[in-house]
């Protein structure tokens, strides 16, 4: 394939017709407004189209969202380049169409530089550039410091931007030499949120996801930072990735010798799946299991089943093995949910998938997790609704704390810029979350670190993944009527091997419940006038079949006999 090169140069209309309005780098483009349209110019790009161009700024940063045709990646295999001349003066820098470029970055190689008389190569951290989302898409929004100051080149109160494609395959919006004066804006809050760094307890459980780093949270230079990160967050339910040489036993000792946690006064459980995945429970886990390397584990929390996915997918360019392993995933979701699999997952069950996903390459494989879109469906089978009011999961993504950006990954020394690559999806018709937060405790303010416990430098000395923290809270479901007057003609009865159903109402659910009240069976989402095989495990006697619909329930008493 041609690789397509393509350079930005953006125009900046003046500041009169831009909205005073923080700006949040979260994927969601709700808090742009309108008045925050620059520029508009369809149909005029070779091979990419430059489409819509935005600009914003707050006390802290220069935001900019740019759309395309077609989806690209942002984060590699691109000239994608934006030029900045951050004084309005054609007399410094370095020429560039009409302007004096002071600053260059190219995002597709991820680097730059700054002009001063000299050329000074910079990266993604010299200037406090985060950029969203890390997978492909037509819009991206990015973010750069103002107040990076390098070799004297900063942010002025007037500057110019260009985006320019800069060949004759490429665009330029708006057209060449058209760039116009844009003017910081003062006194403009950055849109920081709202969280609780600590556990109130008013919450039903608290859910931490955190990649250590290759077994990072076992050595002694990082033994107290571990220490304040995870006994300060006190989640009830921990899933930790890239944990490789060393089982559950050896991190729940390791965690009490630290003081992390007290397994000494209250009861721990844990348990590891795959090469490099341990969750750590105050609740009993009743199952667990390895999908293709990514970990799916029930947790009973007063008799209440709570089902997590804690995965971890394949790196970088692997979309292959990344789009396999979400496919395995779905498979044993659908058929748990059908009540085929090893587990069954019943009626109204809270569920998420969350982990470091490594989302750099395709957005289709977070539309696959959020919608049960399979990619592969000659082999995993069907597509399936994901939530139980058949929605898709919530995509959580929360604030990193003290920014205006939801992103979970940073390393300064790295070649790519701060992203979001660990997610965290539940289903919302079932649980609600009240309070959430990535924590990065290098920008917490003085007095969040001396409420909170935290030291400034522990997340960067513990791990380049920042740990997701998320309160949930078990909604309750709505009481179903016995309905008596429906038409269903259930048989035979006695059962031998199968049931038949014939009904026009939709069914949920089928559960064949035995004398004491245990479910023996569970299956999901039938076909009308379907034929049900029944376990071969399940003996002979008496049972209740319990028939979910939307409306209701219909409740039937069947003889199960065996040849």
């Given at each position: 394939m041609r690789r397509l090169k393509i350079m930005f140069c953006l125009s900046i209309i003046s500041i009169n017709i831009i909205y005073s309005q923080a700006i949040v780098l979260d994927e969601k483009l709700d808090d742009w407004s309108p008045e925050m349209l620059v520029n508009e110019d369809?149909?005029?790009?070779?091979?990419?189209?430059?489409?819509?161009?935005?600009?914003?700024?707050?006390?802290?940063?220069?935001?900019?969202?740019?759309?395309?045709?077609?989806?690209?990646?942002?984060?590699?295999?691109n000239d994608i380049i934006i030029y900045f001349d951050m004084d309005n003066n054609t007399n410094t820098g370095t020429k560039y169409l009409d302007i004096g470029a002071d600053?260059?970055?190219n995002f597709g190689s991820r680097r730059g530089n700054i002009y001063d008389g000299q050329t000074i190569s910079v990266f993604h951290n010299d200037v406090g550039l985060v950029s969203s989302p890390t997978v492909t898409g037509t819009t991206f929004e990015v973010a750069f410091s103002r107040n990076f100051e390098i070799s004297g080149v900063k942010?002025?109160?007037?500057?110019?931007?260009?985006?320019?494609?800069?060949?004759?395959?490429?665009?330029?919006?708006?057209?060449?030499?058209?760039?116009?004066v844009y003017t910081l804006k003062e006194n403009i809050s950055p849109n920081l949120g709202s969280y609780n760094l600590l556990n109130s307890g008013n919450d039903d459980f608290r859910v931490l996801s955190y990649n250590v780093l290759r077994d990072n949270i076992f050595e002694n230079n990082t033994r107290n930072a571990y220490q304040r990160i995870i006994s300060n967050i006190n989640a009830d339910i921990m899933c930790f990735q890239e944990i490789y040489d060393h089982d559950e036993e050896d991190l729940l000792i390791h965690l009490n010798n630290i003081g992390a946690i007290n397994t000494d006064n209250e009861s721990w459980y844990a348990s590891k799946d795959g090469r490099d995945l341990i969750t750590v429970s105050k609740y009993p886990i009743k199952f667990h299991r390895e999908l293709d390397g990514n970990s799916f584990v029930v947790i009973d929390k007063d008799g209440q089943d709570i089902v997590i996915f804690n995965c971890h997918l394949p790196c970088c360019d692997n979309n292959a093995g990344r789009e396999e392993e979400i496919d395995v995933m779905l498979l044993y979701?659908?058929?748990?949910?059908?009540?085929?699999?090893d587990y069954s997952i019943l009626s109204n069950t809270p569920y998420m998938?969350?982990?470091?996903?490594?989302?750099?390459?395709?957005?289709?494989?977070?539309?696959?997790?959020?919608?049960?879109?399979?990619?592969?469906?000659?082999?995993?089978?069907?597509?399936f609704d994901m939530d139980w009011d058949s929605s898709p999961l919530f995509d959580l993504s929360?604030?990193?704390?003290?920014?205006?950006?939801?992103?979970?990954?940073?390393?300064?020394?790295?070649?790519?810029?701060?992203?979001?690559?660990?997610?965290?999806?539940?289903?919302?018709?079932?649980?609600?979350?009240p309070n959430s937060y990535a924590l990065n405790t290098s920008t917490l303010t003085a007095s969040q670190i001396q409420e909170s416990g935290f030291n400034a430098s522990d997340i960067l000395v513990a791990s380049d993944h920042f740990p997701i923290v998320a309160d949930?809270?078990?909604?309750?479901?709505?009481?179903?009527?016995?309905?008596?007057?429906?038409?269903?003609?259930?048989?035979?009865?006695?059962?031998?091997?199968?049931?038949s159903i014939d009904t026009d109402a939709k069914i949920k659910s089928i559960q064949i419940i035995d004398m004491q009240g245990r479910i023996v069976f569970y299956t999901r989402r039938i076909k009308n006038n379907s034929n049900i095989e029944?376990?071969?495990?399940?003996?002979?006697?008496?049972?209740?079949?319990?028939?979910?619909?939307q409306s209701g329930f219909y409740s039937k008493k069947i003889v199960l006999n065996r040849p």
């Open positions: 369809f149909g005029d790009g070779t091979v990419v189209d430059i489409r819509n161009l935005y600009l914003a700024n707050d006390d802290e940063s220069v935001f900019v969202r740019f759309e395309f045709d077609q989806e690209i990646s942002l984060q590699d295999a600053f260059i970055f942010f002025n109160n007037e500057l110019k931007v260009y985006i320019s494609t800069g060949s004759f395959l490429g665009d330029i919006i708006p057209n060449e030499n058209e760039a116009e979701l659908r058929r748990s949910l059908e009540g085929t699999s998938i969350l982990g470091d996903m490594n989302f750099v390459g395709f957005s289709s494989q977070v539309n696959s997790l959020r919608t049960g879109d399979i990619k592969d469906n000659n082999t995993y089978g069907p597509d929360p604030r990193t704390t003290g920014t205006s950006s939801s992103y979970t990954w940073y390393n300064p020394g790295g070649s790519f810029s701060a992203g979001r690559l660990d997610y965290l999806l539940f289903t919302d018709a079932i649980l609600q979350s949930f809270n078990i909604l309750e479901t709505s009481t179903l009527e016995l309905l008596t007057d429906l038409n269903f003609n259930i048989y035979p009865n006695p059962v031998l091997n199968s049931i029944i376990n071969n495990n399940i003996g002979e006697g008496l049972y209740n079949l319990l028939i979910e619909m």
